[in-house]
Every structure is written in structure tokens, then in C-alpha cells.
Nanobody, 116 residues
Framework: EVQLVESGGGLVQAGGSLRLSCAAS????????IAWFRQAPGKEREGVAC?????YIEIVNQGRFTISSDNAKKTVYLQMNSLKPEDSAVYYC????????????WGQGTQVTVTS
């Protein structure tokens, strides 16, 4: 059974940092890419970054968010710096065979709340 488990969310003040983790099991890690998505209340889910370096939205290009992976631990990280209240959302990781493909496996999500 494929499982993706996110952790690391929480409450942080604007300007602070968080590091999210996504631990994968039940899949051959090298055969998949892991991406981070987020969904804020009343908004559509949006992509944040994919672990092969392809970015979905601009915030990664601005250098605030950085995705990385530890293949030995089958874990993908999302380092989030200079957080803003508009970054508040439930953050999900998901697995696919490629970043532009269909994401078949999803984690349960971790809440990130940024206060002003």
C-alpha cells in the first residue's frame, strides 16, 4: 500500500520559516516524483513545486520555497521561508510518474497557518 505522510506544519508568524516533510512508503521511490500542493479555504488547489525541479507557481522562483529530497529516506522536503499570511493553507504531497502527469497518490495534508 502506497502511503505519503506529511509532517511539519504548524502556526508561524509572518516572516518565519517551516520545513514540511513527506515520507513515502509502498512505492519504488526512484520511479516516482513527489510534488507539493496547497489548498486554502475557498480556493482551488494549486501546485507549489515538484521534486524534479519543475516549479508550478512563482513563489518557488522567488526563492522563498525550496524543494529537496532524501532518496535514502524516501522523503521529500519543502523548506518555506519568509512566510506570508497568504501562504496559509493545507499542504499536500502527492506522487506521480512525472511532474506533468496525474497524481495518483496523496497524503492527508498538513496545516500551515501564518499569522500577521
Amino acid at each position: 500500500e502506497v502511503q505519503l505522510v506529511e509532517s511539519g506544519g504548524g502556526l508561524v508568524q509572518a516572516g518565519g520559516s517551516l520545513r514540511l516533510s513527506c515520507a513515502a512508503s509502498g512505492l519504488t521511490f526512484d520511479d516516482y516524483v513527489i510534488a507539493w500542493f496547497r489548498q486554502a479555504p475557498g480556493k482551488e488547489r494549486e501546485g507549489v513545486a515538484c521534486a524534479d525541479g519543475i516549479t508550478y507557481i512563482e513563489i518557488v522562483n522567488q526563492g522563498r520555497f525550496t524543494i529537496s529530497s532524501d532518496n535514502a529516506k524516501k522523503t521529500v522536503y519543502l523548506q518555506m521561508n519568509s512566510l506570508k499570511p497568504e501562504d496559509s493553507a493545507v499542504y499536500y504531497c502527492a506522487a506521480s510518474t512525472h511532474c506533468s502527469g496525474t497524481f495518483d497518490y496523496w497524503g492527508q495534508g498538513t496545516q500551515v497557518t501564518v499569522t500577521s
